[in-house]
């Protein structure tokens, strides 16, 4: 057992920090009323290699482990949200696939793109009528027609669509009603027949930009199938699989902001005649937060490191990206009561890390679904027994 | 060319500086950091090493809580990085430090130019930087705000200086020392590549027996720390019917206490 980080990893995520702290921070504020992303700070990260965390060093990547990916999108996360999401379904969703299932000629038209600095990746799975349901719900059908693949269907709910050179979209290229019905096909947002709609309203995160995305009569090369026709709801579910432990990173990022906020601000605070650090009933909140976020914590870095392992990390990517949402929850929520009214007041950022961690029991498999999960695994691993 | 630049960790600028009960000056365990002066002669140096094709090295002299200072560097693109410690040294004495430094750029062989910081924050002063000069028996130019250039076949060096009247630009011969400006660049941040490179280093140690120095005797004595006095504070605050009279009444205020 050995609990330290390496000096490697320490020494990352200090830059890391200084450069969300100095780069990012000071326009988290404006990123949330404006809608726009810090795109002077993602220009720069590519010699951070945080549009690449995990991709190879060939295609302009950081090749990095995945407990590295995580404490960079844990460090984005403490500062702003939205960057941190679309840094994270970047890196996740939108290099994964491609680094994972790509030929050597999607790799080498994508990835050098992907972490240029100048785009962000995408991956479509949910539909308008379906999220948690892919397998009975997506529509989304595909089509041979001699050398190309037409595509039609609607995709709801997509993050960094309108940043996107290319995106990963989950369609059906059959129907016989198995999970061997699906398969992921690369698509420029600029074929003919994709219509990108307008950004959704949402309640944070409000500059990442989530986008539904239609395709009519869509037609792409054959060579643009990622991976196996066939495969991909196998490959949606792996996907998912490493995308829940940065989601559980990004919890406990922004948990981590709110929870530093709220500390400082009960010290300073006063009220009958001393801080309100004082008293026993905010120390509660403050001891309450301190233990979560260390679990939370200790859960997403298992869960990475057990991946990196080469181990099956299904169960505890899981067990991570639930236990840390919820804490994202709890932290951001005990930092609004910690802040009084100003806690509800856009001039401090608890309010906004509030809405933004909202996201987190619902982005990449509900609450519910990963409870579902664990205890298929749980029950699972009973029966073996 | 070669060039040679100093750096060292010292507290984090956020961190709490005190003298504590034992005489001792602690920050706690808050986090050293390189000299944030230094993050601007770092940049310099890796720009113009690669400007003129040659190779920068940085030094930190001291005890071992410099390689944080010296891993940093590498990590932002210093070619090489060595530390100097010298057990006896005390780290306030200028001119033992100047001794050391001027010894080991003279170990370098073949460096011309040596770029130093403003100053040091923890030891809040810049004589080193002069005394190195003179020990090496180079030019010296502080303050530089930009290098205009370098002229390797002709050896020399035009820079321009800020000067309390204004700026001056100014050539001279090869080898000098310089200090540079905050603003002199925008340091870089390390790169994941530099910080693979940095966490795999193992840093050189010389001693003063390896630079064929030994330290001269101290100049001055430190006799003690201590804390600064608590400020007293005093708050008022100023009240009056309209924004003009509060003006009003704040100007005559500061004209009393001769701040205006
Ligand atoms: C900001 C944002 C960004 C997003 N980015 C992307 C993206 O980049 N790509 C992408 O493909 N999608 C993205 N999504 C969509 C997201 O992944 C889905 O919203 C999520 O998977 C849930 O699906 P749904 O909204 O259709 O909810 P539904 O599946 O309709 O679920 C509704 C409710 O029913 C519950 N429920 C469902 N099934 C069960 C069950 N068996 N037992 C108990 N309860 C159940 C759910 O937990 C939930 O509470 C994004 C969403 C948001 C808000």
């Not at chain 1, 309010?351 to 749980?378: F, H, K, N, P």
């Not at chain 2, 400007?51 to 930190?60: E, H, L, S, Y």
Request: charged share 20%; aromatic share 6%; with cysteine.
């Amino acid at each position: 057992m050995d609990f330290e980080l390496s000096n490697e990893l320490k020494m990352f995520q200090k830059t890391i920090r200084d450069f969300c702290e100095n780069e990012i921070q000071p326009h988290a504020t404006a990123a949330d009323e404006t809608g726009v992303l810090p795109w002077d700070a993602i220009r720069k990260m590519p010699h951070l290699g945080l549009l690449g965390l995990q991709v190879s060093e060939v295609y302009g990547g950081a090749d990095m482990d995945t407990l590295a990916a995580s404490i960079a999108v844990e460090e984005i996360g403490r500062v702003c949200g939205s960057t941190g999401l679309s840094i994270s379904a970047h890196n996740g969703l939108g290099c994964g696939p491609i680094v994972r299932w790509g030929s050597d000629e999607q790799k080498t038209t994508w990835l050098p793109k992907l972490t240029s600095g100048k785009f962000l990746g995408s991956l479509a799975l949910t539909e308008p009528q379906a999220g948690s349901d892919l397998l009975n719900g997506a529509q989304t059908y595909a089509y041979q027609d001699g050398d190309e693949w037409v595509i039609n269907g609607t995709k709801a709910w997509i993050t960094n669509v309108s940043f996107a050179p290319v995106i990963n979209v989950l369609v059906r290229t059959r129907k016989d009603g198995s999970s061997h019905d699906f398969s992921i096909i690369l698509v420029e947002p600029d074929r003919a027949g994709v219509s990108v709609h307008p950004p959704e309203k949402k309640m944070g995160l409000k500059a990442s930009p989530t986008h539904m995305i239609s395709f009519e009569n869509v037609r792409v090369p054959s060579q643009h199938l990622l991976g196996e026709e066939g495969s991909g709801f196998y490959m949606t579910m792996q996907t998912l699989d490493s995308g829940r432990i940065s989601i559980g990173a990004l919890s406990v990022g922004i948990a981590q902001g709110a929870f530093e906020a709220m500390v400082r601000y009960a010290q300073e605070r006063k009220a009958f005649n001393e801080p309100i650090a004082n008293k026993q009933l905010i120390q509660e909140k403050i001891a309450n937060a301190a233990v979560e976020l260390e679990a939370a914590r200790m859960l997403v870095y298992k869960a990475a490191w057990v991946k990196d392992q080469g181990r099956d990390y299904t169960k505890i990517a899981a067990i991570a990206k639930l236990k840390a949402s919820e804490v994202a929850e709890k932290v951001c929520h005990d930092a609004i009561q910690i802040h009084g009214s100003y806690g509800y007041s856009r001039d401090y950022p608890v309010e906004r890390m509030y809405r933004d961690q909202r996201l987190m029991t619902i982005g990449e498999g509900t609450s519910e679904i990963q409870r579902i999960v664990i205890a298929r695994q749980v029950l699972r691993e009973f029966h073996h027994s | 060319m070669q060039i040679v630049t100093f750096t060292r960790s010292t507290p984090d600028t956020a961190a709490k500086v005190e003298v504590n009960s034992s005489g001792v000056v602690t920050w706690g365990d808050a986090a050293t950091v390189v000299n944030p002066w230094d993050e601007y002669s770092l940049e310099e140096a890796i720009v113009q090493a690669k400007n003129t094709g040659g190779k920068a090295t940085v030094i930190a002299i001291g005890p071992e809580m410099h390689n944080e200072a010296l891993k940093h560097s590498i990590a932002m693109g210093l070619d090489e990085a060595v530390r100097v410690q010298a057990d006896d040294l005390d780290m306030t004495d200028s001119l033992g430090w100047a001794t050391l430094a001027a010894a080991a750029v003279q170990k370098m062989g073949n460096a011309e130019l040596v770029i130093f910081g403003k100053e040091s924050i923890d030891v809040a002063t810049d004589q080193q930087v002069y005394q190195t000069a003179r020990k090496l028996g180079w030019t010296m130019l502080s303050y530089v705000s930009k290098i205009l250039a370098i002229d390797t076949a002709n050896k020399t060096i035009k820079v321009e200086k800020v000067l309390e009247q204004g700026k001056q630009i100014i050539t001279v011969k090869l080898p000098v020392v310089i200090s540079v400006m905050k603003g002199i660049n925008e340091p870089r941040y390390p790169s994941f590549i530099g910080i693979r490179k940095a966490s795999k280093a193992v840093i050189p140690v010389w001693t003063p027996g390896d630079l064929g120095v030994s330290l001269p005797g101290k100049t001055s004595e430190l006799v003690a720390y201590h804390n600064l006095p608590a400020r007293a504070v005093q708050t008022e605050i100023i009240t009056g019917e309209s924004v003009q009279e509060k003006a009003a009444k704040l100007v005559d205020k500061l004209l009393e206490e001769k701040v205006l």
